[in-house]
């Protein structure tokens, strides 16, 4: 057939982004009779030069019926892609485990090392900028080119005592200190504050901007408060402490349920007595967790020899994990996982204020339906006219706060029904008398089960066998 008699019998589609070309049969009849090489200089022709499905334009030719009564896909371009992203290298690898202090050969701790800490000298190159890089370019059906995405720059998240070159490519301390990431991954250099014995009325409170070394005990009612870590090397009493980064206590925590300890990251500790402790990521215990309340935003472990969970309240977004929960005369003991526990609070606080609202709400409806009749009598004074007005401003304030709080709360029962990370682990003994909460589903345990995991599957909570 001629190449001229093809425009009668056909025509093409190209998609918005010129990504897509179509071939539409206009109609057909037994005259028409097209090679492949015909049909792709059609194309061709119509200005689709890149991405021709070749093999398909001769299936097309060999079985015109079976293509003729819709759009055939027969030339796809190619999308550009995104390059790698660009990221912020440090000098010193800023993970949690390299935060720790040294471990000697014979398996004890050398708090007393202080070089452990990512300590830098003013003036000194603290990270680099490396820059994001461009992905592949793309090309449309049309031969024309899509260009290459860029990644997403990185930029310095900017804390104390630092200062950023011009270029914006490279960050320096502006004193001697210690490298410290706090919340929303800023970049610090604090100094280390110690104290060479107990926190009591001889030293009194600590509010400091750095890194808190605490070479003894920290007594009842004292308090400690650190912009980067605090690391004990004795025990703490009912005491106050908190740190944006993490907390480390080596003699353990007997609170006798004064005071609390919370960090934005991780809490380590040899044990918890009588406590209230929460972090925004790990708590990690190495004997016991007794009548205490512990949250934790990622899990609760409580290893060792001994491992155990007994009394009060255990919160975690992912995991507990203990070797013995609860003991033979059945203390009451609630593990609850599968959701961040300052979300359960929030979820709380924000259906209260939802009622209160609704009810302030309503009051205001019945006012104004009582303004609108004396309006519609003309009876309406200017006072009440004022009032009106007033009303009317706040009913809809409140309707879209409620609206706000309605969207928070099924965000939030959102991550309830979301369980299929979060578990329990039990590596030895869980008692009776303990309840197990995994998002919005509880289960109470009346018997002991040895070496069990709790998890939600299919509407219910369920225990899996873990083998020693």
Same mark, same amino acid.
Request: net charge negative.
């Given at each position: ?69 819709? #759009? ?26 390299? #935060? ?18 990512? &300590? ?9 900028? @490396? ?9 449309? @059906?049309?031969?024309?080119?899509? %260009? ?56 009194? &409170? ?62 380590? /500790? ?43 309240? @255990? #919160?975690? %977004?992912?995991?507990?994990? %203990?070797? @013995? ?41 019945? %006012? ?8 519609? /009598? ?71 089960? #040895? ?18």
């Amino acid at each position: 057939m001629d190449d001229q008699l093809l425009d009668s019998f056909l025509r093409i589609q190209t998609s918005a982004d010129k990504l897509s070309a179509f071939l539409i049969f206009n109609r057909i009849t037994d005259e028409f009779d097209c090679t492949p090489n015909q049909l792709e200089r059609f194309l061709i022709s119509k200005g689709i030069t890149s991405g021709i499905r070749t093999e398909l334009l001769t299936e097309i030719c060999n079985n015109v019926l079976a293509y003729c009564k819709e #759009q055939t896909l027969v030339a796809v371009g190619q999308q550009a892609t995104t390059g790698k992203d660009g990221y912020i290298r440090f000098i010193y690898d800023m993970k949690e485990r390299d #935060q720790r202090p040294a471990e000697l050969e014979d398996g004890t701790v050398d708090f007393k090392e202080v070089n452990q800490l990512k &300590n830098v000298q003013r003036g000194q190159l603290i990270a680099e900028r @490396v820059e994001a890089e461009y992905g592949l370019p793309g090309k449309m @059906v049309t031969g024309e080119t899509i %260009a290459a995405k860029l990644g997403k720059q990185a930029r310095f998240k900017v804390g104390k005592n630092v200062v950023v070159s011009g270029e914006q490519t490279a960050m320096y301390a502006t004193i001697d200190g210690l490298i410290t990431l706090t919340d929303k991954e800023k970049i610090n250099v604090f100094p280390v504050y110690e104290v060479n014995g107990d926190v009591d009325y001889k030293t009194g &409170n600590i509010d400091f901007i750095g890194t808190v070394v605490i070479r003894g005990n920290v007594l009842s009612g004292f308090k400690i408060k650190a912009a980067g870590d605090i690391r004990i090397i004795g025990g703490v009493e009912g005491a106050e402490l908190e740190s944006e980064g993490s907390i480390e206590i080596i003699g353990g925590i007997m609170a006798g349920n004064k005071g609390h300890v919370r960090a934005n990251k991780t809490i380590k /500790s040899s044990f918890i007595q009588d406590g209230n402790v929460s972090a925004g990521e790990d708590v990690l215990v190495s004997q016991s967790i007794m009548h205490s309340i512990v949250r934790a935003g990622r899990s609760v472990i409580c290893s060792g020899s001994k491992g155990l969970i007994v009394g009060g309240t @255990v #919160q975690a %977004a992912d995991l507990v994990s %203990a070797r @013995v929960v609860g003991n033979t005369m059945s203390t009451a003991t609630a593990i609850e996982v599968g959701v961040r526990p300052e979300q359960r609070a929030e979820l709380s606080e924000l259906r209260l204020k939802l009622r209160q609202t609704q009810d302030s709400l309503d009051k205001s409806e019945k %006012a104004l339906t009582i303004l609108d009749q004396l309006a519609a /009598s003309g009876q309406l004074t200017e006072d009440k006219m004022s009032l009106r007005i007033k009303l009317g401003a706040t009913k809809r304030v409140s309707i879209g706060e409620m609206e706000e709080m309605r969207d928070r709360i099924l965000e939030i029962e959102k991550t309830l029904e979301d369980t299929d990370r979060a578990r329990v682990d039990v590596s030895h003994t869980i008692y009776g008398g303990i309840k197990i909460v995994i998002g919005r589903y509880t289960r109470y345990l009346k018997d002991p089960i #040895q070496h069990v995991s709790f998890r939600y599957m299919d509407g219910d909570i369920v225990n899996v066998p873990i083998f020693p």
